[in-house]
């Protein structure tokens, strides 16, 4: 498959690029990429033109933007086990569709993906069905049950890239300052799902005004940052690589932000919903807008924002957690957690770049290069001779999301129904190319 794409406007943060041009695939790879300045006055450089016999598909790109793939560094594929939720191949699907290429699974699955003859099932599996490249989170510790380290080495060598209890948080201190010895000694990190279960234990919803008007228990925002200040304190003792996952609240992004500058090795991600929803959209028993952590207040969202803008979060990522309908059709308290995100979590990004809270290329590099860097994956994009991984997005296009229209079998979303901006056009993944 040959194509040219003519006028986008490309931002790479690998590369650092962040101008005008034109980019040409041929069999599945980057052939020439060719950029130009976007300043008024500046110098009309050089065009790809394609030969006239040459069987080659031009794209206009004009007023359109490119960008590498997207990694999501936290998804939920449910397979093996849960196949009624998400399979490897609609979870995979629903990436490319959002404009991801990379997506990096979460091991809560039946059986726990707690041993390499897991990871070696989802690898393979990823490669035979996968609309994009999976790479498999392998557990702390054995059935995420908190009590014995799982075989990080063996998994590591079969393909994990990052080890966590997400669902299933490291409750033992102990436990928790091994897998961060561990995580040095192998050069991975540990990302910590941070709740402190006897805080949060049967709450469904931020503590606060609404929990209390809707009769429903709340998790207080210290059930979050008691055990983030806890794991950059093992991650100072240790020396070991924490990766704070799905961050929710203002007081974690201070501990955060603290811990950085105090030279601590800690990154941090957040999620599309922790900076465009609040609380409220849990009133009505809305148990699509039930996750986990939950949504908090308007104050939580800003400081999100603010920890997003100055660096202190360096990842967006979706916790793509996938649900059946009957399942999040029960009453609120015993609906299960989770938000579908992989298809609405670049346009709720979007967002952010129209607010000014970030540059484009800010956002772009928090879902690139940041995540790339933290997991030590070899992204090139736009390098000659590299895989064509990108997506070709109109961030002018206004859509609505339908939740029944979403190709991912979980179809729990508060967004059903809102009128988003910016959508992706195009997605090249695993040499092959996506249109929407
Ligand atoms: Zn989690």
Known sequence: MNVLIKNGHIVDPYQGIDEAGDILIEDSKIKEVKTRSTQPGA????????????????????????????????????????????????????????????????????????????????????????????????????????????????????????????????????????????????????????????LSEGGVMNEGLISVTLGLRGIPAEAEQIMIFRDILLAELTGGRLHIAHISTAGSVNLVRDAKKRGINVTAETCPHYFSITEDAVKGYNANAKVNPPLRTGRDVEAIKEGLRDGTIDVIATDHAPHHVDEKSRPFDTAPFGISGLETALSLSLGLVREGVLTKNQLIEKMTLNPARILGLDKSAFRTGSEAELVVIDENKEHEVKAEMFVSKGKNTPFDGWLLKGVPLMTFSKGKLYEW
């Open 43 to 198: 110098e009309i450089a050089e065009q790809i033109s394609k030969s006239e016999d040459a069987d080659i598909r031009t794209i206009d790109a004009s007023g359109l933007l490119i960008v590498p793939g997207l990694i999501d560094m936290h998804v939920h594929l449910r397979e093996p086990g849960y196949e009624y939720k998400e399979t490897i191949r609609t979870g995979t699907l629903a990436a490319v569709k959002g404009g991801f290429t990379t997506v990096c699974c979460m091991p809560n699955t039946n059986p726990v993906n707690d041993h390499a003859s897991v990871t070696e099932f989802i690898i393979r599996k990823a490669k035979q069905e996968g609309y994009c490249t999976v790479y498999p989170i392998g557990a702390i510790t054995k059935g995420q049950r908190g009590e014995e380290l799982a075989e990080i080495g063996t998994m590591k060598n079969e393909g994990c890239i990052a080890f966590s209890d997400d669902g299933q948080p490291v409750m033992n201190s102990t436990m928790m300052r091994r897998a961060l010895e561990y995580s040095k000694a192998f050069n991975v990190p540990v990302i910590s799902h941070s709740e402190d279960l006897t």
